[in-house]
């Protein structure tokens, strides 16, 4: 019997050192959605598509007590591990993370920053190419979620059909024979579908054309956000434009809006890119020099000033201002100089001031390299 706390106690720490050990290889690497080699990747970073699902044999989470919570997490984990039978998956508990954990997961978009803050139980089941990820107990009971490289929405939303309907046989939805897909919150009610394309547009924004663009988006529907999705900031020129509803709507409907506006805008940036060289390229060299200069010779350097100086040097890279840049590196910058992704890698970067220093230690190396 003195031996069994000791077990439980070494069995708990082999669990959460396995965690850490694949959450810190994961960070190591860049997503598969951040290659650089989906269509139009030079101003389309990714696509995304999510689909909220809820359980009809459960109320919605906001009506959930603990105990419950725990019974829905517990029960939706067993069924779509069944049913993905994915290699290697990474299945991870949020009450086991710690912040800096739960904050990488947000960086590499993983979950949502409502999962990440939340206290609730909850949990995440992520492809081994971190493709599709599973958030469980999310705002809904499951928020199914896929992320391609550049444009790639059609692409997306044919994988989060097929996922989706590998789980119907092991689960039963909440669906009304009208409004389809019962959801936490009214505007995913019917698909339930949320789609996005997080965009880089650098030349619309210098040329004061962005805001007028990102205007007539409310007209069509369409709902724009920062990197990091609902409740963050626009920087370094990414954003992400999706659909404010799902409801009177088919899933190819809502994607085919999408893509068509998308192309439009991307059409809008191209236009600006071309403004800018012909009427000011001695400025827009400038910039995306300084930014290599700057980039290159740091040596200390805030994520702010990563985002918005890498902004100008694949704006740069793009137009063939810069030396042909090999967009994993810039993809490597973009994913690993965040925060978290600092923090567990390196132990001394806890510290702001430590972290800035290590930031642009490893920006040089990894642009000079």
């Known amino acids: 019997l003195p031996f069994v706390p000791f077990l439980i106690l070494h069995s708990s720490f082999c669990i959460l050192h396995l965690v850490l050990m694949k959450l810190t290889d994961l960070t190591q690497q860049a997503g598969e959605w951040l290659r650089g080699s989906g269509p139009m990747s030079d101003i389309v970073i990714s696509s995304r598509i999510r689909l909220a699902r809820n359980l009809a044999t459960f109320p919605f989470q906001r ?35 710690s ?14 920053r409502d999962l990440a803050t939340g206290k609730r ?13 599973l958030m469980i107990n999310e705002e809904d009971h499951l928020r199914l979620q896929v992320i391609t490289p550049g444009l790639s929405l059609r692409k997306g939303i044919e994988q989060a059909v097929a996922l989706d309907q590998s789980l119907e046989p092991h689960v039963e939805w909440a669906v009304h024979p009208q409004y389809g897909y019962l959801s936490a919150c009214p505007t995913n009610t019917g698909t339930g579908l949320r789609a996005s394309v997080m965009l880089h547009l650098p030349a619309l924004a210098e040329t004061q054309e962005l805001r007028q663009v990102l205007r007539g988006l409310g007209k069509l529907h369409m709902t724009v956000r920062g990197l990091h999705g609902e409740g963050s900031e626009a920087s370094g020129h990414y954003y992400q434009v999706s659909n404010q509803r799902s409801l009177g709507s088919t899933e190819q409907e809502i994607v085919d809006a999408i893509v068509e506006t998308v192309d ?15 009427n000011n390229r001695p400025k827009l060299e400038d910039r995306a020099w300084r930014a290599w200069g700057l980039l290159t010779h740091a040596r200390t350097l805030t994520y702010d000033e990563l985002i918005d100086q890498l902004s100008w040097l694949r704006l740069g890279a793009a137009l063939a201002i810069l030396p042909a840049q090999d967009w994993t590196v810039l993809d490597r910058i973009f994913l690993q100089g965040q925060p978290a992704h600092l923090q567990l890698q390196h132990d001394h970067a806890a510290i702001p001031e430590a972290r800035d220093r290590l930031r642009a230690d490893l920006v040089r190396g990894w642009l000079l390299g």
């Open 99 to 112: 912040e800096v954990e739960r904050a990488a997961l947000v960086e590499r978009q993983l979950i949502s």
């Open 63 to 97: 009506k959930l007590s603990r105990n419950r919570q725990q019974d829905l997490v517990a029960q939706l984990a067993t069924k779509v591990t069944k049913a993905t039978a994915w290699p290697s998956p990474l299945t991870l508990q949020m009450t086991e993370l």
């Open 264 to 278: 439009k805008i991307v059409a809008y940036e191209e236009l600006a890119r071309q403004a800018l060289l012909d």
């Open 121 to 133: 139980p909850a949990a995440v089941h992520v492809s081994p190419d971190e493709t599709c990820s």
